[in-house]
């Protein structure tokens, strides 16, 4: 059944919604107003290179009305204890989740894993590795940077980074603190943006290895935003072919015509519809990740009808979901 259209509330309503997958008012005019309900399932905290602890991410989204978060961090899991926490106090649904950098056909494609088990020894063996990559990734950009006489040290980026591997965002901060470019952009253009100055490739899965990994952990694989990097219908189509379960129609780079075609073909090929804003916090500027570089996701911008969450648990739900792909 499609939901039924959203009223303009204002900001204090909006927030009042929290479980309701739809919320009825009686207006003093006595008019019948239904309210959607909305989720945000791709977000980013200090876990990986977000600038919000886990919590904060989870308390922001529960102040702008959110009725259900999931946590997406970078190769990582390690923040999701903390933002559940935080969900629960806040009354919002929470689902695990986790973004790995993966490769088809030589190009990055990123895969979000929703509901996966995050003390899976498996998922947890792989995403080590990936971290441990990063690292030796992040000693390589800096190498790069000091021979091309950029005063970057190592510690200072990781202090910088808190608990988070090294990723080339908080590079790209640091030389921004260190007045060595104007902005995180120009930091990505001049330096460590791909095929720049001091970029270094990132060790990646193949995906159809990903989807494997988050089947066996008992999660959902999809592919994430689509819409960037340039993908192709054709591309697109072929990606398919591996055994994802949903694609990510609704992302803060995606354009409403994208949400409505990435949507169909979802529809069309009987996948799950996912998404979220890629909240990296006020950043001023973000990348994309896949070297693109555009202005930050705002979180509170994306909203996913809250139906597509309540899909996507069901399909959680099922014995059929999780652990049936084989790793390829
Ligand atoms: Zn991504
Ligand atoms: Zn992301």
């Known amino acids: 059944m499609a939901p039924p259209p959203s009223a303009v509330l204002s900001q204090d309503t909006i927030s009042a919604i929290h479980h309701t997958t ?46 259900a978060v999931a946590i997406t961090d970078h190769d990582t899991v390690s923040g999701l204890a903390e933002a559940e926490t935080a969900a629960r106090k806040h009354g919002l649904k929470f689902l695990h989740g986790t973004e790995i950098s993966s490769t088809f056909d030589g190009r990055e494609v990123h895969v979000v894993g929703l509901g996966v ?8 063996d792989v995403l080590k590795k990936l971290q441990e990559d990063r690292s030796v990734r992040a000693d390589e950009i800096i190498r790069r940077l000091n021979k091309l006489g950029v005063p970057i040290r190592r510690s200072e980026v990781q202090a910088r980074a808190g608990h988070a591997a090294i990723g080339r965002l908080h590079i790209a901060r640091e ?15 001049k330096y460590v943006g791909r095929g720049r100055s001091a970029f270094v490739a990132k060790t990646s899965l193949p995906c159809g290895e990903t989807i494997g990994l988050i089947h066996a952990s008992g999660g959902l694989a999809f592919l994430a935003h689509p ?3 340039a993908t192709t219908r054709n591309r697109l189509l072929r990606l398919l072919e591996l055994p994802f379960d949903g694609i990510e129609a609704y992302h803060s780079k995606h354009t409403a015509g994208q949400v409505a075609a990435f949507a169909q073909v979802a529809q069309e090929r009987g996948l799950l519809i996912s998404g979220g804003s890629d909240y990296h916090g006020h950043a001023g500027t973000s990348q994309t990740e896949l070297g693109e570089i555009t202005h930050a996701a705002e979180l509170g911008k994306v909203h996913v009808p809250y139906a ?21």
């Open 22 to 67: 739809i919320l009825q008012l009686v207006t003093n005019s006595r008019e019948l107003i239904t309210v959607s309900a909305y989720v945000d399932l791709h977000l980013h905290t200090s876990h990986s290179d977000g600038l919000d602890a886990p919590g904060t991410v989870v308390a922001q989204a529960a102040g702008l009305g959110f009725a």
């Open 117 to 124: 088990r995050p003390d899976d020894p498996a998922l947890l």
């Open 175 to 189: 030389l921004r603190a260190l007045g060595i470019t104007n902005t995180v952009q120009k930091a990505f253009e």
């Open 227 to 229: 819409g960037i990097g």
């Open 308 to 328: 597509h969450f309540e899909r996507i648990v069901e399909a959680l739900g099922k014995p059929a979901s999780g652990g049936q792909a084989a790793i390829e």
